[in-house]
T-cell receptor, first 112, second 112 residues
């Protein structure tokens, strides 16, 4: 069955380190999204992509970057991790822009 | 850009009663409105969605209503059960090139 997977499920890192969170989908969806979830803020958009080599900034993109070299993967990189980036990160994909999104199981990141 | 407000932030109901969660949006061009349910420690999952060409949609105990003139939409859950306890998120977007914008969520507790 098609799925969207995130790895790792949990990660602890130190301030200043570069961290990459993986997102892989086998739905063959063109559109992929990264959100962060924090208490009191809901789900906020970090970056998104509508296809290979396409990337766009979301509401809270500072300190994050993405690259899209193939349809299946959209890795999220924290260039220099900060304590404010402690959060739960969700990747999602959809067939069409704004269409029904399927979420991955999330990555809980702690920056110490 | 789009802004979605969601109320209430917490809601407690007795088992068997109805629950209503309301959202307002700012972008009059938005025409797709999904609702997601997130159980503790799990990923958000789509439970129902509505497009702007209809005013109401039902799926068993769940219904969504949309008032485009007033720019608000609501989730109605009837005959609530303990397994309905979760955080519910509304969202809105145009169907074009803009991703979903989420409300901040409503924590629903169904008391047995």
């Amino acid at each position: 069955d098609a799925e969207i997977t995130q790895s790792p499920r949990h990660k602890i890192t130190e301030t200043g380190r570069q961290v990459t969170l993986a997102c892989h989908q086998t739905w063959n969806h063109n559109n992929m999204f990264w959100y962060r979830q924090d208490l009191g803020h809901g789900l906020r958009l970090i970056h998104y992509s509508y296809g290979v080599h396409d990337t766009n900034k979301g509401e809270v993109s500072d300190g994050y970057s993405v690259s899209r070299s193939n349809t299946e993967d959209l890795p999220l990189t924290l260039e220099s991790a900060a304590s404010s980036q402690t959060s739960v990160y969700f990747c999602a994909s959809s067939e069409s822009t704004g269409g029904r999104k399927t979420f991955g199981s999330g990555t809980r990141l702690t920056v110490v | 850009g789009e802004n979605v407000e969601q109320h209430p932030s917490t809601l407690s109901v007795q088992e068997g009663d109805s629950a209503v969660i309301k959202c307002t949006y700012s972008d009059s061009a938005s025409n797709y409105f999904p609702w997601y349910k997130q159980e503790l420690g799990k990923r958000p999952q789509l439970i129902i969605d509505i497009r702007s060409n209809v005013g109401e949609k039902k799926d068993q105990r769940i219904a969504v209503t949309l008032n485009k003139t007033a720019k608000h939409f609501s989730l109605h859950i009837t005959e609530t059960q303990p397994e309905d306890s979760a955080v519910y998120f509304c969202a809105a977007t145009r169907s074009g090139n803009t991703p979903l914008v989420f409300g901040k969520g409503t924590r629903l507790s169904v008391i047995a």
